[in-house]
């Protein structure tokens, strides 16, 4: 990945975290808060890999930790670990999947939830798991909707990765 | 040229020579190791920020560094919120107008439900002073002793200029009984003319038929309360030769023989004088008396059941 890629991704998270703590936070659709950072980060590991997810997760993360004043390493934790495991579905099974970003933004979704929750729980705060499950399929039907823009702008920031990328991942013979 | 590359190539694969496992990549075994490590180091950082933030969520180095990046991150919150306003305003005007009607029917039932409730209110509020007043005269030594009171609300007015009687939420199953005294807190309102097991009417002092054995109280004069002209009551059969001045009370003059007991108890107020007359060709003195109660708007009353019944 190039520097410039590297400097695209990182503006696109910084944006997307900052409209997610400003903006995003207060829309509430049926119990549910739509997540642009999550999507634009599934969005990126999918087209730049496993190594750029977790770098740009835990540092988003971070970002909104600091603006929110909350835990910090809470969400770094949890959006490290959603970005590596995204960027490893982009390397293998996922590229050049058209539903790729869909599915993996679905069960992201779902995952990241859980996640939050569990941490919350162990560190004995507030952990509404009934309220979390409610609101569950309303904010996989908003990520969703957001996922084809924001995947679509990220693609167009950051070109797919050309073949000298790939054999990184897989040696092909002959 | 290319026989001879597929002769090679099949004589390599036809090879009986066992080769050595390959070696990994060492791009790949490389990348692998990479990522590993990166991830494993984030995570590890993520988890030493956790604990380090869990336990002193309000004080130490790192959160003198949150708070600075806070501040630092704030223009931009403020530049986001900025930029978000105008659709923010748009969304909620859109949804303000969706929930418009809605909202409205619900402040409909609202309103309707605080004017009911007011309503009741301020009529329950607008009944205490005479229902005060009902007290102290039933507590007053002015009451008669040998009678209990049954308290009761007036349910029906009288209905024009020409009637004169109301209808109480109390009747036979209270002890009432067609001629029972019915009192107010301020005096005198008449007595029951027909009952039923749990309603009575009552014929007020103001009705032709109505008459009252009663008494001055200042002076002793004795005569009869019946109604007279524009809602007022005559103390009649008043000879010439006494003395009745205006603004004496007027009291029932109670039972004077036993054998014909009246149905009024002695002592009750009926009303002040509020004229006296004299004619040479009347017989009698022409006292105008105004009662203490008001006919038209009485709230609650108490019927008067003598404690023995005659």
New interface residues.
Partial sequence: MSLSDGVKAAVVLFVAA??Q???FS?LHVFGAVPDLLLVSLVAIALLRG??VG??G??FA???V???T?G????T??VL??VG?WIGRYGETTGRDRAHAPFLSVAVVTVLYQLGLLV?HFV?GESAPAGAVAQSLFPAIVLNLILTAPVYALVRRLLRPAGREEL???V?LLG | MATRSRSDRAAVLASSVQRSKPAPYPSKARSTLVRRTVVVVLVLLALALLTISFRSPTSGALHSVQGAGASALRPFQVAATRVAQPFRDAYDYVAGLSNAKAEAKKLKQENAELRRSALIASARAAKYPALLKLLHFEQGSRFPQDFNPVNAAVITYPNGPFAHSLTIDAGSNSGLRVNTPVVSGDGLVGHVTNVSADTAVVTTLADSQSFVAARDLQNGVRGGVKAGPDGTLVLSEVPKQFRVNRGDAIVTAGTRNARYPDIYPYGIPIGRVSSVGVTDTEAFLQVQVQPYVNFSSLDAVAALVPKRHR
């Fill in positions: 900052v409209a703590v400003s903006i207060q496993s190594v977790a770098v997760g835990f993360g971070l970002l930790d600091t603006a004043l835990t910090l390493g809470l770094s934790l490290t670990l590596y941490v560190l054999t990184a991942e040696q």
